[in-house]
Nanobody
Framework: QVQLVESGGGLVQAGGSLRLSCVAS????????MGWFRQAPGKEREYVAV????????YYADSVKGRFTISRDNAKNTVFLQMNSLNPEDTAVYFC?????????????????????WGQGTQVTVSS
């Protein structure tokens, strides 16, 4: 069983930046693809960015492409989401999620149903 704990959320002005972190425990972190998802008030949860178990380039939703960067440090069991040029539409609860990938296949999955484990979320609020 993998436990995920997010941190780094907060209140920021439009145009600002935040860096979210998600620390994993209870499993072999390098055997998991990791993803960031978000849910705004009154909306469905949507994927933001995903990265394979071995790292490399991530895959991004169009709404964040060029502004957000996902990365991971397997030695620290941590996945990050660097968020730049934030705007009020980015306001949401941000969740990290993990899906097993022990064979380290390169296929990226953006659908939340593919992810087995979820954190409790961290609130990001962007003021205009």
């Amino acid at each position: 069983q993998v436990q995920l704990v997010e941190s780094g959320g907060g209140l920021v002005q439009a145009g600002g930046s935040l860096r979210l972190s998600c620390v994993a425990s209870g499993g072999t972190f390098s055997n998991y693809d990791m993803g960031w998802f978000r849910q705004a008030p009154g909306k469905e949860r949507e994927y933001v960015a995903v990265i394979t178990s071995i790292g490399g380039s991530g895959y991004y939703a169009d709404s964040v492409k060029g502004r957000f960067t996902i990365s991971r440090d397997n030695a620290k069991n941590t996945v990050f989401l660097q968020m730049n040029s934030l705007n009020p539409e980015d306001t949401a609860v941000y969740f990290c999620a993990a899906r097993p990938n022990p064979l380290h296949t390169g296929t990226l999955y953006s659908g939340e149903v593919a992810y087995y484990y979820w954190g409790q979320g961290t609130q990001v609020t962007v003021s205009s």
